[in-house]
């Protein structure tokens, strides 16, 4: 697929007005997604969990204009109250996607959102926001033109999510989801992600992510400003490299369960990201604290007891508990007396892979 093939050229239907509504996932990057080209195109591929209980959930209502008008028509509510300040990331947005989405400008829409998890929980809802509002507006193009495929709504869904934010291309679809072009997965592609085609362990099928909310303020540097440090960074083309090697290791490791390498990998892709973000100039950390004091806590308890917990870490100062559901007895009660106290206000969100973005 090229970016030409996401063009709406003609549809055989009108329709003057409606109401969708999506509730879709957040995901939690394995392989880490960190610089990208122009266009949200990723320097390398990337795969994650989708998550299940971290999710926003939104209801687009539009109505056609009586003549198209030459700038986009939409009013923002966030957890019922009206957002103004959200709507220059949205007017972005729809800037970016207008080529694709030809009918933005007939019609005046009313976006509703609301997340599951805490509005400042340091949980960025850029993923599951940006794949909720691509959703509902792919739902509008099928409305438009009812032949198109699943298979092609959910990659056009990608493909526009990805327009929005990065990573949000990997919360259209469940459970491991692989975003950019890498060499061994012959459909990947740098456009939207797909569903990880090879192999998958029972072991991975229902594995636990316990958010540990350490840092529940704003992020000093976004991710936005991180991605662009990544141009003319000093190791960036090893860790690029990295990226395409650690995908490659992990075929084997997803079809066997060898949790011992899936472990290794993780953490260090965890590490890395934030390393980059040490190495960068001007350079920046995001973890606090109390995110290392958990990290030696999750070694010594794996040391101790043998258990398959790991931690992986996003673009912020909270700690992802990854474990499988063999062991959630052990680790719940691991987490609950001894990394609580390390959370802010003493909050976590139980979580696990799920399965994708659902209409409601
Ligand atoms: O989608 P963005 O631009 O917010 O970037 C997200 C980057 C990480 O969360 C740090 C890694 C990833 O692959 O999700």
Redesign the pocket.
Known sequence: MTEQDFVLKSHPKNVDQGSITYRSPS???L????G?KEN?IPENP?I?FTLDACATTTTLAFKKLDKKSNKFSFDLLFEGKRKDDFKPKIETFFERIELYLPFLKAYSFTIETSNSFPHSSGI?S??SGMSALALCLMAIEQQLNPDISDKYFNQKASFLARLG????C?SIEGSLMQ?GHHKGVPDSSDLYGVIYPFEVHEVFKNYHDTILLVDKGQKQVS??V??DLMHGHPFAKKRFDQAHENLTKLKNVFATGNLKSFIEIVESEALT?HAMMMTSQPYFILMKPKTLEIINKIWAFRKETGSNICFT???GANVHVLYPEKEKEEVYQFIKKELVVYCENGQYICDRIGFGARKL
């Not at 392989?31 to 960190?34: A, C, G, H, Q």
């Not at 934010?165 to 949000?168: L, V």
């Open positions: 995901n939690i990057a392989v880490k997604y960190w990208k949200q990337s994650s960025a850029s993923a934010s990065g990573s949000a990997r975003w991710s936005t991180g991605h990201l870490l996003d673009a």
